[in-house]
């Protein structure tokens, strides 16, 4: 039922900023592509990292008003399902924004 649900959001993805250098970005990329690779949706939910070491990292992370890292967005469309500044999400906490999502909801 989860995957189903996760299959049917049109729009869902997942945005991570972060740096090269530090080691809870890297452990945010990690827990959410092991997240989606559990839950069998890797190729159905985009995910995109952005390097706030690079002028294009930034140009994002100010378009999404990024003030620490590691942050994770997950959104559909403009709006934001769920954010984590500053800390990374666990693979709980990213099924549980989701399963919380309108399209889980009976």
């Not at 959410?32 to 995109?48: I, K, N, R, Y």
Request: hydrophobic content about 30%; aromatic content about 8%.
């Amino acid at each position: 039922v989860f995957r189903k649900c996760l299959k049917e959001v049109k729009g869902v993805e997942i945005r991570i900023f972060g740096r090269q250098q530090c080691p809870n970005c890297k452990i945010a990329r990690k827990t959410v592509v092991e997240f989606l690779v559990e839950s069998g949706v890797e190729c159905d939910v985009p995910t995109t990292y952005f390097d706030m070491d690079t002028i294009d990292g930034r140009a994002e992370g100010a378009y999404y008003d990024v003030r620490a890292i590691p942050t994770t967005i997950l959104s559909e469309g403009n709006q934001d399902i769920a954010r984590w500044d500053g800390t990374i999400p666990s693979k709980e906490e990213l099924s549980t924004k989701i399963k919380g999502h309108k399209c889980c909801r009976p």
